[in-house]
């Protein structure tokens, strides 16, 4: 089966930076799109960024110009650069990725969330 391993987060002052990593392990044939979601208390979970394996990225506007997604294929990595946070963008961060994989020798192509990192943006 696959993992999605989420680090990073943590507490950091308004103006301050942090990096996410998302490691996706497993029986891996090849990972598509890999994305990060977050999710405020009483708020719906949002998509933050999105990057293709052919390297094409889009963002919600909320965070264009602070946050970077970039990824490295042979790792089955994603990180996400978030700079100049502020508090509102204090939340619980998802990594989600579409993952082909093989299983008793077939190919099975299928969704996986990670399980979650907390960033907390405050003096």
């Known amino acids: 089966q696959v993992q ?3 680090s990073g987060g943590g507490l950091v002052q308004p103006g301050g930076s942090l990096r996410l990593s998302c490691a996706a392990s497993g029986s891996i044939v090849s990972v598509g799109t890999m994305s990060w ?3 405020a ?3 719906q979970r949002e998509l933050v960024a999105s990057s ?5 990225s889009n963002y919600v506007d909320s965070v264009q110009g ?3 997604i970039s990824r490295d294929n042979a790792k089955n ?7 100049s946070l502020k508090p509102e963008d204090t939340a619980v961060y ?6 082909t994989y093989t299983q008793n020798d077939n ?3 299928r969704s996986y969330w990670g399980q979650g990192t907390q960033v907390t943006v405050s003096t």
């Open 4 to 6: 999605l391993v989420e």
């Open 37 to 39: 979601f977050r999710q």
């Open 41 to 43: 208390p009483g708020s």
């Open 52 to 56: 293709t394996s052919d390297g094409r």
């Open 66 to 68: 602070r946050f970077t």
């Open 77 to 83: 990595t994603v990180y996400l650069q978030m700079n």
């Open 94 to 99: 998802y990594c989600y990725a579409i993952v």
């Open 107 to 109: 190919e099975f192509r």
